[in-house]
């Protein structure tokens, strides 16, 4: 079946750590997006990237970095510098193609806790 | 800058009442609509996403309908079952931003059904 996959589902970083997610998808989508989720609050988009080797900063990239060498995957590290990295993080992907006719499909998505 | 408001932010009804979830978004120039829904810990699954030419979207129990002009959506569910509490978003596709099509997010409303 195709779909969205996210690794590990848990992820714990100490202060000072750089931790990387990983979003693999199989539906042959163009764009992958990477969105993060905190209580209260609706879904904010961190990288999106809409072909391979491009991608772009979103509404809150700072203390984020992605990388998009292969159109399956668009893996999401938390840097050190990011202060407040304890969320849901969510990736999500969709076709460039006919962008009127499809929505997102989501990943399960990844809960980081630093300790 | 576009905002999405989702009314009521909980919402507990007995099993088998029909029910309705509003979405209300401030520009009412929108590419398109989708809502999803999430269970607790997971990523979102798309329900229905209607296109701003549209006036509404049904999938079994589900109808969802839009009216650009008031700036509204609702999600009718019909027959409410205790499967379907989760958390119910809504998110709007922005127009301006080509195939990149920005999406703001709802907070969501979180279901109840109780058997």
């Known amino acids: 079946d195709g779909g969205i996959t996210q690794s590990p589902k848990y992820l714990f970083r100490k202060e000072g750590q750089n931790v990387t997610l990983s979003c693999e998808q199989n539906l042959n989508h163009d764009a992958m997006y990477w969105y993060r989720q905190d209580p209260g609050q609706g879904l904010r988009l961190i990288y999106y990237?809409?072909?391979?080797?491009?991608?772009q900063k979103g509404d809150i990239a700072e203390g984020y970095s992605v990388s998009r060498e292969k159109k399956e995957s668009f893996p999401l590290t938390v840097t050190s510098a990011q202060k407040n990295p304890t969320a849901f993080y969510l990736c999500a992907s969709r076709p460039n193609s006919s962008p009127t006719v499809y929505g997102y499909t989501f990943g399960s998505g990844t809960r980081l806790t630093v300790v | 800058k576009q905002e999405v408001t989702q009314i009521p932010a909980a919402l507990s009804v007995p099993e088998g009442e029909n029910l309705v979830l509003n979405c209300s978004f401030t520009d009412s120039a929108i590419y398109n609509l989708q809502w999803f829904r999430q269970d607790p810990g997971k990523g979102l699954t798309s329900l229905l996403l209607?296109?701003?030419?549209?006036r509404e979207q049904t999938s079994g129990r589900l109808n969802a309908s839009l009216d650009k002009s008031s700036g509204r959506s609702t999600l009718y569910i019909a027959a409410s079952q205790p499967g379907d509490s989760a958390t119910y978003l809504c998110a709007v596709g922005d127009p301006y931003s080509g195939g990149y099509q920005k999406v703001t997010f709802g907070i969501g409303t979180k279901l109840q059904v109780i058997p």
């Open positions: 990237s809409q072909i391979v080797n491009d991608f």
């Open positions: 209607i296109q701003s030419s549209q």
